[in-house]
């Protein structure tokens, strides 16, 4: 028997044990999402052991890669080919894995002008709930033979089942690159960008600062693409909103850290606050919540917000409906230290009129792939 082989066998021996002994597991790859979601304190069932890059093929834009493997590691054989994940995971630490990011499904700057980490996912083996080593999808963009429950797997954070491999689809690194920044409000800046969104422009993320409607913020747009379209889009949105280039090593800087919230807004997270995620639709003008003067930090054209704020559940009541009214959901994102970690984080699906039958959805994947609650830690709704 492989080493490969001995590991997954361990696997499945941790997962039937589980079952028969009416055991929770908690999947863990290198614990740098372990804040995220509702609170779980389970037995871990760590991934890191099976790792390594089964096959990668920059000629088909495809790379796959066991699911312990650090996504540094993934992120590097990219580069010396050129290529990158467009949806820019983000590590939250360094020892982030590749299963790991599928599994919390979040996506960095890039994803408004890429598209989700949804929709990168090729294929994927799993073992579900009844250790079942069972494979999904493949590891070309037209594959369709069987259920596609490959792309069930993001964002599912291991409450589905165990994420052995996946194959995803990456993109050539951008030819060139650029980063303009202005001062504007918040609706002007949102007002702009969804006018930019429907031109022929190279505009791969925006990122507006400041304190909400009203008042003037710092807007940052990264434009990437041909070397031609680029130096033609500078001068035109420079002008159109009086912005400067700033350089590009302050822009890596920048965007990294936005990626990785380490901005101030992130960074300095009260031990009795929230950081709350509002995710809304690309129509959506600038909100202000009654009653607060913290800073919003604006992604995605503005289709992701985030805001720091008081951790009570009045105040997360209010910010999910302001969010509901304007056809979105808002979710506690990351707790402060003194905040109780049993709070509910998600929005519940059935708060979300447009959403309640997802719910029965839902339990029906739950039970057709873990019907012994193997993987139940209840990290989602």
């Not at 008081?310 to 808002?330: E, P, Q, V, W, Y």
Request: with cysteine; charged share 20%; proline share 4%.
């Amino acid at each position: 028997m492989t080493a490969t082989n001995h590991t997954i066998e361990n696997f499945r021996e941790q997962i039937l044990g589980a079952a028969k002994s009416n055991t929770t597991l908690s999947i863990e790859g290198g614990g740098t999402k372990s804040w995220y979601g509702n609170d779980h304190s389970f037995k871990k069932l760590n991934t890191q052991s099976y790792s390594g890059i089964l096959e990668y093929q920059p000629e088909e834009l495809v790379i796959t890669a066991c699911a312990g493997t650090p996504l540094q590691e993934i992120e590097a054989a990219l580069a010396e080919k050129n290529q990158v994940l467009a949806f820019e995971p983000p590590h939250f630490g360094e020892r982030a894995t590749f299963g790991g990011a599928i599994a919390a499904g979040l996506a960095g700057p890039g994803r408004i002008s890429a598209g989700n980490l949804r929709n990168f996912v090729l294929g994927a083996r799993i073992l579900d709930g009844k250790g079942q080593d069972l494979s999904f999808g493949g590891k070309v963009m037209k594959n369709v033979a069987g259920y596609d429950v490959s792309r069930l797997l993001p964002g599912s954070m291991g409450t589905l089942a165990l994420l052995l491999e996946a194959s995803v689809k990456v993109l050539p690194k951008p030819a060139a690159t650029a980063s303009l920044r202005c001062q504007i409000t918040q609706e002007n800046a949102l007002q702009i960008l969804n006018e930019w969104a429907g031109q022929p422009l190279p505009l791969s993320a925006s990122c507006w600062i400041g304190k909400g409607s009203g008042h003037h913020g710092e807007l940052t747009i990264r434009l990437a693409g041909a070397v031609a379209a680029v130096k033609a889009a500078i001068p035109l949105m420079s002008a159109r909103v009086n912005a400067v280039e700033i350089s590009a090593q302050d822009a890596e800087i920048f965007w990294h850290a936005l990626r990785e919230q380490k901005l101030s807004t992130f960074a300095n997270l009260g031990k009795d606050q929230t950081l709350y995620r509002l995710a809304l639709p690309a129509a959506c003008g600038a909100l202000h919540i009654p009653n607060t003067d913290d800073e919003w930090v604006l992604e995605w054209h503005g289709q992701q917000r985030w805001f720091k704020g008081n951790s009570d559940d009045a105040t997360f009541s209010a910010i999910k409906n302001l969010a509901t009214r304007h056809g979105g959901h808002a979710t506690r994102f990351k707790l402060g230290a003194d905040v109780d970690p049993t709070l509910e984080r998600f929005t519940l699906l059935s708060e979300q009129a447009h959403s309640k039958a997802l719910e029965a959805v839902q339990a029906r994947l739950r039970s057709a792939f873990d019907p012994a609650g193997v993987f139940a830690t209840k990290r989602l709704p």
